[in-house]
């Protein structure tokens, strides 16, 4: 299966900057990842799909202006929170698959706290 | 609207027996179903899928089945082991968004020796 790898695993930020967070799939070429996001005790909430060379998708609710998504290679997607704020405090995962029937390879997520 | 529910409260059990976990889901009529383990501060891992024509299906200790006309599926760990403790999540794919998941917010399993 696919290897998936998300950096930096923890990142502790000041309110108001920003934070990038890159999910690598090592030995898979992606045109598609998913960002997904999930707070405390909460299930895991899919926030954009990344199209590689071209803009990303947004689920209703996630502004697209606030969290920067750019996947420019097959092997490369990022998520940038712009402005972060402590409600944006959560944990992040990436994910990459081959399609419909198929199961979803996930990165280890990325613990974001804004203080 | 969509949803997918499973039991919020903990499951705990005797190492050896067998875990029984329940995923219910209204407003769908999913083409497969997934079940993924996750352990605190990681990703999710894939276990098993369904396809909708599929009662059962069967991997090593696990068993998933699906009732599509209950619309429920229920996942079983047999002879479990302490290392089986973990949060099972179960999924189905998000209309939407290709083929994203939608997922629920998981049981707690705590399997004691």
């Known amino acids: 299966g696919a290897v998936v790898s998300q950096h930096p695993s923890r990142v502790i930020c000041k309110s108001g900057t920003s934070v990038k967070i890159e999910c690598r799939s090592l030995?898979?070429?992606?045109?598609?990842m998913f960002w997904y996001r999930q707070f405390p005790k909460q299930s895991l909430m899919l926030m954009a799909t990344s199209n590689e060379g071209s803009k990303a998708t947004y689920e209703q609710g996630v502004e697209k202006d606030k969290f920067l998504i750019n996947h420019a290679s097959l092997t490369l997607s990022t998520l940038t929170v712009t402005s972060a704020h402590p409600e944006d405090s959560s944990f992040y995962i990436c994910?990459?698959?081959?399609?419909?029937?198929?199961?979803?390879?996930f990165g280890q997520g990325t613990r974001l706290t804004v203080v | 609207s969509q949803k997918i529910e499973q039991n919020s409260e903990a499951l705990n059990i005797q190492e050896g027996k067998t875990a029984t976990l329940t995923c219910n889901y209204t407003?769908?009529?999913?083409?497969?179903l997934q079940w993924y383990r996750q352990d605190p501060g990681r990703g999710p891992v894939f276990l098993l899928l369904i396809r909708e024509n599929e009662k059962e299906k069967r991997k090593e200790r696990l068993k998933v089945t699906f009732d599509t006309t209950l619309k429920q599926s229920l996942f079983h760990i047999t002879a479990s082991q302490p290392a089986d403790s973990a949060t099972y999540l179960c999924a189905l794919p998000n209309s939407n968004s290709g083929y994203a998941l939608n997922f629920g917010k998981g049981t707690s399993l705590l399997v004691t020796p």
């Open positions: 994910s990459v698959g081959e399609g419909a029937y198929t199961e979803a390879f």
């Open positions: 407003n769908y009529s999913p083409a497969y």
């Open positions: 030995d898979f070429q992606a045109t598609t």
